[in-house]
């Protein structure tokens, strides 16, 4: 059965400094591994899917890797802004199974 | 092209009463997967419906039941409330269960 971690659980940085949010995850079967954002109260919105054959995907300031071997991803965010506030979310997807998340980490980029 | 579009935004009940949420997938989208997230917590799937059956289950109760359209819509049927069923349900679509893309969800409150 897989099951997703994410750390920290809460994230706190001064604006314009990169940062690493990270997820694990148990079943190195994964087929392919979603990063998504959710603002309080509001729905998920898709940042990248990283697919079983890819190792990273990268779109404008977010760059996400996957490392199966080692049960890891991790979600790097360069410059960050206050409009960066958010809970991040990872959720693993391992063929005909349903994604599976995690609790997610909740970001404030403080100006 | 409209996203996944839910309804209602929100929605009070009481305990042992019956409700029905609704899901517009994106369009394109032939598989739609629902899910409820309770306060700080990840997204717990409930079911996923393709051609109109239910394809897979998570660990709910038969109070929870659903329904697909001939045109990919669905519905999320929960009866006999309880308190613990307040929530935020999320609706997923995505083509032959790749990318999943979420609606912004329906915030239900059972008093």
């Known amino acids: 059965k897989q099951e997703v971690t994410q750390i920290p659980a809460a994230l706190s940085v001064p604006e314009g400094e990169n940062l690493v949010l990270n997820c694990s995850f148990t079943?190195?079967?994964?087929?392919?591994l979603q990063w998504f954002r959710q603002d309080p109260g509001k729905g998920l919105t898709s940042l990248l899917l990283i697919q079983s054959s890819q190792r990273e995907q990268t779109s404008g300031r977010l760059n996400a890797s996957l490392d199966k071997s080692s049960g890891r991803s991790t979600l790097y965010i360069a410059a960050s802004q206050p409009g960066d506030s958010a809970t991040y979310l990872c959720a693993g997807y391992s063929g005909n199974t349903p994604l599976v998340f995690g609790k997610g980490t909740r970001l404030s980029v403080i100006a | 092209d409209a996203g996944v579009t839910q309804s209602p935004t929100h929605l009070i009940k009481t305990r042992g009463q019956q409700v029905t949420l609704r899901c517009s997938p994106k369009s394109g989208h032939d598989t739609v997967s629902w899910y409820q997230q309770a306060l700080g917590q990840g997204p717990q799937f409930i079911f996923q419906?393709?051609?109109?059956?239910?394809?897979q289950r998570g660990n709910f109760p038969d109070r929870f039941s659903g329904h697909q359209f001939p045109n990919y819509s669905s519905e999320l049927n929960v009866n006999a409330l309880l308190l613990g069923d307040s929530a935020l349900y999320l609706c997923?679509?995505?083509?032959?269960?790749?990318?999943?893309?979420f609606g912004p969800g329906t915030r239900l409150t059972v008093l």
């Open positions: 997923a679509s995505s083509f032959q269960s790749n990318e999943q893309f």
């Open positions: 079943d190195s079967a994964i087929y392919n």
């Open positions: 419906y393709y051609e109109e059956e239910e394809r």
